[in-house]
């Protein structure tokens, strides 16, 4: 991972940032930053922000697919920024680009 997830409380949501190549090492760091965010007593909306992630293993989409689950029981709405990247690839494989909510911009994330 090239950095550490940028966690931001906005008023309309919490965006938790991503960048760099993340797989399995990265894990434990995803998931311990997954779950302070999904620790609050109203979630809300997440949004999880990928537009600076260059590559992501099976692990690490993971643990994404770990935070929607947390996110959904708190009652919450995840809502992923995922650009046409080659990061994206992994989610038209797996077909969670259909899964979850998408949008291409974190402009477009924010915008409910």
Same mark, same amino acid.
């Given at each position: 991972m090239t950095a550490r997830p940028l966690v931001e409380a906005l008023e309309s949501a919490t965006v938790v940032t991503l960048s @760099? =190549? /993340?797989?399995a090492y #990265? &894990? %434990?760091? +995803? $998931? =311990? !930053?997954?779950a302070e965010v999904t620790r609050a007593d109203a979630v809300g909306a997440v949004v999880? #922000? +990928?537009?600076r992630v260059a590559f992501l #293993? *099976? !692990? &690490?989409? @993971?643990t994404m697919v770990g935070l +929607? $689950? $947390?996110?959904?029981e708190a009652g @919450?709405? /995840? $809502?992923?920024?995922? %650009? =046409? !990247? *080659?990061?994206r690839r992994i989610f =038209?494989? !797996?077909a969670l680009d259909r &899964? +979850? #909510?998408v949008r291409p911009s974190r402009d477009a994330a924010l915008a409910d």
């Open positions: @760099g =190549e /993340l797989d #990265d &894990a %434990p760091v +995803l $998931r =311990e !930053t997954f999880l #922000d +990928l537009t #293993d *099976s !692990t &690490a989409l @993971g +929607l $689950r $947390r996110v959904r @919450g709405e /995840l $809502r992923v920024v995922l %650009p =046409e !990247t *080659s990061a =038209e494989v !797996t &899964a +979850l #909510d």
